[in-house]
């Protein structure tokens, strides 16, 4: 699949900018479990996927930088001089954020021409805009020779996102799309920035993604909130962020938070522990309680964290009626975008086509489902 797509920016860069480009792809992201936690400094276990971002690069002698969007046949010229933050929800702001979070490392680039396409749906929760972030990143430290790490350009992705686009992002996304490993998924301590990678095969059992297709507004605005949400709370227990607190100190503070706020910060304890259970049932092939961790995730995102919405909600209750779906749960930020089910091979398709129709019929609007691959994080392609 992604090598249409590459096949597609190779052909019309050259097309348009009659030399031979630098080929990258950037993938998306899944995420097992450990959700809203990568911004309290605790576990996420995420896993980059077969789905992406191709993106081709070169130099441009033209005075000026040219980005072209092939999917949304959006084409933008710049000036690196005279970077801003365009309106808010536009893609180039992903463009313009790197540049800028480049430059204000003292890194000197020059002008360039950039073509993408890509094949994660916007608003899927995949993490589309991180593989975008990493693709320009990946692709200006080679033509330029920065010399960036991985690490530092994760950072710099990340800072784009804060910065231009006006999410206040975790790590999580940006990592798993650079540091991706085929077949495993990779636990994330969010504090150090390092990860142990899993080898991810459940014999018959399987992951599946089931897309709703919408996306609620004010998700970036939610966002935020929950974040700033759990750094107030952690500053009144005294600590750097919600990982270095267990329930009992939380309990201590009762009375000074929000019954709303008490239960997200509770969530939020209570993730970081499942997630490092959900490594140890890996370890362990224990995928009953994997499973029931992914669901336990589930329960506390839509009533404790609120993140979730009424189309997540029915897909995970669809899943729960099936005994051969071992755990289900919304993926991602939230307010839309897909679940994750861990489900048996051989139920696998049934399940797809019986949950489709029943959210066909519930909100009149078709769901979409993924089999996805694990795969290599931001690379080049020769
Ligand atoms: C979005 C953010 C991540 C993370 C998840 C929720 O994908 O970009 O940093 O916080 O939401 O787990």
């Known amino acids: 699949m992604s090598a ?38 605790g576990f996420v276990f995420p896993a980059a996927v077969n789905k992406g971002i191709a993106a081709a690069i ?25 970077l801003k933050p365009s309106k808010e929800g536009s893609w180039e702001n992903y463009v313009f954020g790197v540049v800028a979070e480049i430059q204000n490392r003292n890194k000197i680039i020059g002008d ?23 693709s320009v990143v990946f692709g200006l430290n080679e033509l330029f020779e920065l010399g960036l790490t991985k690490t530092e350009m994760i950072l710099i992705s990340q800072k784009a996102e804060h910065n231009y686009v006006g999410v206040n992002c975790g790590i999580m996304d940006q990592y798993a799309s650079m ?40 998700s970036d605005s939610a ?53 490092q259970k959900a490594a140890k049932a890996i370890e362990e092939n224990d995928l009953e309680t994997l499973g029931a961790l992914i669901y336990a995730s589930h329960n506390g995102l839509q009533n404790q964290y609120k993140v979730s919405c009424d189309e997540l909600d029915f897909l995970v209750s669809q899943a729960k009626k099936n005994k051969h779906v071992l755990g289900a749960r919304m993926m991602g930020g939230g307010f839309g975008g897909c679940t994750i089910n861990l489900i048996a091979n051989k139920e696998a398709k049934a399940f797809a086509e019986s949950a489709s ?8 609007n078709e769901c979409s489902v993924y089999f996805i691959e694990l795969s290599d994080g931001t690379h080049i392609i020769n």
């Open 4 to 41: 249409t797509l590459i096949k597609d920016v190779k052909e019309t860069f050259i097309k348009e900018f009659k030399t031979t480009p630098l080929l990258i792809f950037s993938p998306g992201r899944i995420n097992i479990i450990g959700e809203h936690t990568d911004y309290n400094g």
């Open 179 to 218: 540091f991706g490993i085929k077949d495993n998924a990779l636990l994330l301590d969010c504090r150090t920035i390092e990860a142990k990678p899993y080898k991810i095969d459940f014999k018959d059992h399987q992951l599946m993604l089931i897309n709703t297709n919408v996306k609620h507004s004010l």
């Open 58 to 82: 070169q130099k441009s002698d033209t005075g000026k930088c040219t980005a072209i969007a092939l999917d949304l046949d959006s084409t933008i010229e710049f000036e690196l001089d005279k």
């Open 112 to 134: 360039f021409n950039i073509i993408f396409k890509g094949n994660i749906p916007g608003g899927a929760g995949m993490s589309s805009s991180a593989a975008l972030e990493n």
């Open 223 to 275: 966002y935020n909130d929950r974040r700033s949400a759990c750094e107030s709370i952690a500053k009144l227990l005294g600590v750097e962020t919600l990982r270095d607190a267990n329930e009992k100190d939380l309990e201590k503070i009762i009375d000074k938070v929000t019954p709303e706020n008490y239960q997200k910060a509770l969530y939020v304890i209570q993730e970081i522990e499942r997630t």
């Open 357 to 364: 129709k029943a959210y066909k019929t519930k909100f009149n």
